[in-house]
């Protein structure tokens, strides 16, 4: 796809066609306006998970969604949640994963009422409930009212960063 467009973003069907292979992402992808492609990622699970078998645990930093941001639903955000989680508990079956969002994941971007707020158009509520659904596998049930609350208390934390 064409890497060095004239829009906010490239590397996307609408960002044209490039004509000069200086202006072509890579396959695994490009340093310029692009986001990372999922089989980037995938590569660097299996990476990770080949050579560093042994690893303690894995910060989830949040930021999933791609930076289009005036493209986003509140159904491809719950998407590519559950795609990374799926991901991870795949790659890293018995490692500990400590979750937490980022500013890309609310719809609008940015967004992130009080639990308080029940109006559907504005509530998060649709994203917490993603989020206990997928991250209940690392955190465990006990802890699915604090992350419907926004405030996840993550079990143990101490003990997994022994240094």
């Not at 509530?123 to 997928?134: F, G, Q």
Request: glycine share 4%.
């Amino acid at each position: 796809s064409l890497a060095a467009c004239k829009d906010f973003l490239c590397c996307r069907e609408e960002s044209g066609e490039a004509y000069d292979e200086d202006d072509l992402a890579g396959y695994w992808g490009d340093p310029r306006k692009c986001d990372t492609p999922l089989r980037t990622l995938e590569a660097l699970y299996r990476h990770i998970n080949r050579l560093h078998p042994d690893i303690d645990f894995i910060y989830w930093t949040g930021d999933l969604p791609a930076h289009d941001i005036w493209k986003q639903t509140k159904q491809s955000n719950a998407d590519i949640v559950r795609v990374t989680a799926q991901q991870l508990k795949r790659h890293f079956p018995d490692t500990p994963v400590y979750p937490a969002l980022g500013n890309q994941e609310s719809v609008p971007v940015d967004s992130f009422p009080p639990p308080t707020i029940s109006m559907e158009s504005v509530s998060m509520s649709w994203l917490h409930d993603v989020l206990v659904e997928e991250w209940n596998h690392w955190l465990g049930h006990s802890h699915s009212w604090s992350v419907k609350k926004g405030e996840a208390q993550v079990p143990k934390v101490k003990e997994a960063m022994k240094f």
